[in-house]
Structures are given as structure tokens and as C-alpha cells.
């Protein structure tokens, strides 16, 4: 079994999210897929997860934030629109916009986590209705329903333990697990998120739970590079690290991969492998 996750910029747009439905059902070994609300199209577009922060915070200041609410729905319908679904996805995303930011602020770092969150939770909603559209048996999975229990710490959650053993019964799921990344629950119910760009987390973690073989990790590069790219044309590709290598490059600020995101899959020894979306001839970088 592997367990995938996409990143935001693998699920900007429609087209995007056509070529994780290929990768993904091109390998029947890739039975969890965790995603990420969608990233940026283009350079000065906006990320749904920024437009969900500043639609909270706005809300929490005024009330209101009926433009940047929408702005979130937009983002959505183009994707469900490129993809051919119908209304009830949008209908469905819209509910639930609605009714977490007419909920209880008195935490306002919770009710911004809760929010924050419903990019991921809302994205593994659409496209596990796309699965289904195109004839895969796929099954979006709440990380409550699942037992994916963490500390009570808004934006900085920790795993708790007993976690990984709920995950595990995933296993006997039939068809495609999809399931929204950055976020779990503590332990009173509250939707509480990881650090920012905590999708790793919640791919690793599952990965951990699910004792997967590998855990496959989509962004928009290559591989790991031995200088930065943007400055150095061509550099030199490293194709194998170890994860202590991994974890000192994270912490020296390297961005491919969350720093955080090592641990559950080193504890359970189970390799990572970063690839590319849009260039699966590469081999990737392995680690």
C-alpha cells in the first residue's frame, strides 16, 4: 500500500487535478491519497487557505465577509466546473462555509483553525466526487470518523499516539481513501490544525497508521536540488537523502518538504519520495 499526498499547487485547477486522477489510478498500490486545499494557478494568484484566513478574520472583525466567502466558492466552482460535476459539490461547500463562520467564536484561534481547515476538508470532498464521477469506487474520510485525535494546540497540534492504531483499520476500506490534510481533531471534538503546510503531517502520520510501504509525496519540483534553482540554472539533482539529511535541510529552510512532516514516517521506517506532477519522468528524490 502507498499512501500519496498532493500539494496545493498539484490541485490549483481542474487540469491539475485530471493528472492526479491519472497518477493516482495508475498504480493500484495507491489505496490513501491525502490533499491539500488548492494553491496558487498562476504567480499572483491567491491560495484558497490565505482567502479562508483573511474571510475569517474578517468575519470576526465585522461580521461579515460575503466577498472573500465567495471568492472561496468561486475557487471551487471552477474546478468542479472544469471537472464536469454538478452543482451539489458547490451546494454542499457553501453549507458548510456558512455554518463555520456563524459558529462560536468565543476561541477565535480555534474558530480560525475550523476554518482554516475546511480548505482541505472541502477540497478531499470535491474530488472524491470526481473520483466517483469517472467510475472509481473512492470515499472521501472525515479525520474524526477516522480517529486522527491531536493536542489541543490551534495551528500547532501534535499527533497523539492512540491515533495511529484508529488509522490502521483504514486499511480494510474498500475502493480510494480520500482524506483532507492539516488538521485533526482534539480529544473535546474541536477541529484543530497542524503548522502551516501541515498536509505533510497528515500524509506521514497516515502513512505511519496505515504502515504503508512507501509514502509518496507530489509537489512542483523534481526532486531536491543541491543549490536553489531560481539562482542556479540546471543544478545537480540529489536523488537519495537520509532523513536525517531531510531534517537538517528543512530546519536550513528548504521548502519542498515540512520539516515536521519526517518523523511519523522515520519512526515506522518507511521511505518518502518526493515527485512531480507535472513531470512524472522523473525519478523523484528518495529518502
Do not use: W
Not at 29 to 40: C, E, F, L, N, T
Not at 58 to 64: K, P, S, T, V
Not at 132 to 158: I, M
Request: net charge negative; proline share 4%; glycine share 8%.
Amino acid at each position: 500500500m502507498k499512501v500519496v499526498k498532493f500539494g496545493g499547487s498539484s490541485l490549483a485547477s481542474g487540469k491539475q487535478l485530471q493528472k492526479v486522477f491519472d497518477i493516482v489510478t495508475a498504480d493500484p498500490a495507491r489505496k490513501a491519497v491525502v490533499v491539500s486545499a488548492p494553491g496558487k494557478r498562476h504567480s499572483t494568484d491567491t491560495k484558497v487557505t490565505d482567502l479562508l484566513i483573511s474571510c475569517g478574520e474578517q468575519y470576526l472583525r465585522l461580521g461579515e465577509a460575503h466577498d472573500l466567502k465567495e471568492a472561496v466558492i468561486e475557487r471551487y466552482a471552477s474546478i468542479a466546473d472544469e471537472l464536469g460535476l454538478g452543482q451539489d459539490i458547490i451546494d454542499t461547500i457553501r453549507q458548510d462555509l456558512d455554518t463555520l463562520l456563524q459558529a462560536d467564536s468565543s476561541r477565535p484561534e480555534c474558530y480560525l483553525d475550523a476554518i482554516k481547515a475546511s480548505g482541505e476538508d472541502n477540497n478531499a470532498k470535491l474530488i472524491a466526487a470526481y473520483f466517483r464521477h469517472q467510475g472509481v469506487e473512492a470515499h472521501y474520510v472525515n479525520p474524526k470518523e477516522a480517529g486522527l485525535f491531536v493536542s489541543d494546540e490551534p495551528g500547532q497540534a501534535q499527533v497523539l499516539p492512540e491515533s495511529y492504531d484508529h488509522l490502521y483499520k483504514l486499511r480494510e476500506r474498500s475502493g480510494i481513501i480520500i482524506f483532507p490534510g492539516f488538521f485533526g481533531f482534539s480529544l473535546a471534538g474541536d477541529i484543530v490544525t497542524f503548522s502551516r503546510s501541515g498536509s505533510d503531517i497528515t500524509g506521514s502520520i497516515l502513512a505511519n497508521g496505515l504502515k504503508a510501504d512507501v509514502y509518496e509525496n507530489f509537489t512542483d519540483v523534481d526532486a531536491v536540488y543541491a543549490v536553489n534553482p531560481t539562482i542556479v540554472h540546471e543544478p545537480k539533482e540529489i536523488t537519495e537523502l537520509t532523513y536525517r539529511e531531510m531534517r537538517e535541510l528543512s530546519y536550513a529552510g528548504f521548502s519542498v518538504f515540512h520539516d515536521e512532516a519526517l518523523i511519523p514516517a522515520f519512526r515506522a521506517g518507511i521511505p518518502v519520495q518526493i515527485k512531480n506532477t507535472n513531470n512524472l519522468q522523473q525519478k523523484g528524490q528518495k529518502s
